[in-house]
């Protein structure tokens, strides 16, 4: 899309736009940011709460996520995973900018893992940082496929499947469930 395509669907003058960003990059990454942002309050919510059991805090994330999916019909998915298909490709700075997102939103899934291999859910062989990465990069994998599918099957078979092979956990989460609640 055309900066003048984005400024006349804002309704703002071209100018206008060009005052606040220097560029579409820059307000692909200020969006990324925003986007981000709520992203962040999910997983202090979450993976980062200590009044959780560990693999509950992950369970608890990947439900919010759900639930967020769920509201928009199963149609959008994630915003970063989408950049990093459409434009990491064509901006070394939106690139640049997914890479240090993806760089902060790792460490809790790694730290969640952590904390249940101390509490003895996860085997302590597992490389946490490892399988942290694991589970997002297998999850944007899912919410891929359901966007084509417009269908919650493919997370719930991450939940059913992937994350307890991933994670090498004594007990397997149903879909639409988690082991807190």
Partial sequence: ????????????????????????????????????????????????????????????????????????????GCLAGNMALEAAEHSEIIREHLREIFAEWTPPFSQAIRDAQAAGQVALGLDADEAGMALLEAWHGAMLRMKVERSRAPLDRFRRLTMPAILNSRAPVAPGKTRGR
Avoid at 36 to 44: L, N
Avoid at 48 to 56: I, K, M, V
Wanted: glycine share 10%.
């Fill in 1 to 76: 899309m055309g900066l003048r395509e984005i400024t006349a669907a804002a309704g703002v003058a071209q100018g206008s736009f060009t005052n606040h960003f220097g560029s579409k990059e820059q307000f692909g990454a200020e969006v990324l940011d925003h986007y981000f942002g709520q992203i962040r309050a999910v997983i202090a919510a979450t993976l980062r709460n200590p009044e959780l059991p560990p693999l509950t805090r992950i369970d608890g994330y990947f439900d919010e996520i759900t639930d967020l999916l769920d509201a928009a019909a199963w149609r959008y």
